[in-house]
């Protein structure tokens, strides 16, 4: 069973600081890497993509993604209390359907 | 440019009747996923299809769920006898080709009484 992990939260950050979104994986030949985030009652929204080792980064966002760990994470620069929503991590293979994560719920305090 | 788009965005429907999701994708997206989210709960992938052809049903529930593609665009989920715990929102997603990022409808809340 392909697994994605992340903590559940919620995660509370004060207004203006980074927030750090993790997530980690158990299938080795995942090839893409996305972070979603879901306000309450709506869809899932494409945040960042990242599909090599390293950092990415769009506007206040940074997504990093280690292979060797299994390990991808999302930094929030500068948050606002809009970044408040669930954050959804989510993998995809070769051939295979996209995993989901839980989501983590983050919460930026004004 | 369009997103995709669902209906309806709410159906409510009676124990035991048979209930039909669209889904309409962005246009030119060959790749089309159905995901089930209860209350509270991560996303739960049901089936995805490439072109017409669903190469992967294994997240179908049970036997109740199916699900078509017609013309490489719109799709239908049907339940048939819905049951409570059917009751969730039915998220539907597209993307240019399997490997790359998928575009979520609105979803279709279904409360099944």
């Known amino acids: 069973q392909k697994e994605v992990e992340q903590n559940s939260g919620p995660l509370s950050v004060p207004e203006g600081a980074i927030a750090s979104l993790n997530c980690t994986y158990s299938d080795r030949v995942s090839q893409s890497f996305f972070w979603y985030r879901q306000y309450s009652g709506k869809s899932p929204e494409l945040i960042m993509s990242i599909y090599s080792n390293g950092d990415k980064e769009d506007g206040r966002f940074t997504a990093q993604l280690n292979k060797a760990s299994q390990y991808v994470s999302l930094l929030i620069r500068d948050s606002q209390p809009s970044d408040s929503a669930t954050y959804l991590c989510a993998v995809k293979g070769y051939g295979q359907n996209f995993v989901f994560g839980p989501g983590t719920r983050l919460s930026v305090l004004p | 440019g369009a997103g995709v788009s669902q209906s309806p965005s709410n159906k409510v429907t009676e124990k035991g009747k048979d209930v039909e999701l669209r889904c309409d994708p962005i246009s030119g997206h060959t790749a089309l996923y159905w995901y089930r989210q209860s209350l509270g709960q991560g996303l739960e992938f049901l089936i995805y299809f490439q072109g017409n052809s669903a190469p992967d049903k294994s997240g179908l529930p049970s036997d109740r769920f199916s699900a078509e593609r017609t013309g490489g665009s719109v799709s239908t989920l049907t339940i048939q006898r819905t049951q409570q715990e059917d009751s969730a929102v039915y998220l539907c997603?597209?993307?240019?080709?399997?490997?790359?990022?998928?575009?979520f409808g609105p979803g279709t809340r279904l409360t099944v009484l």
């Open positions: 997603a597209s993307s240019e080709e399997t490997k790359s990022e998928q575009f």
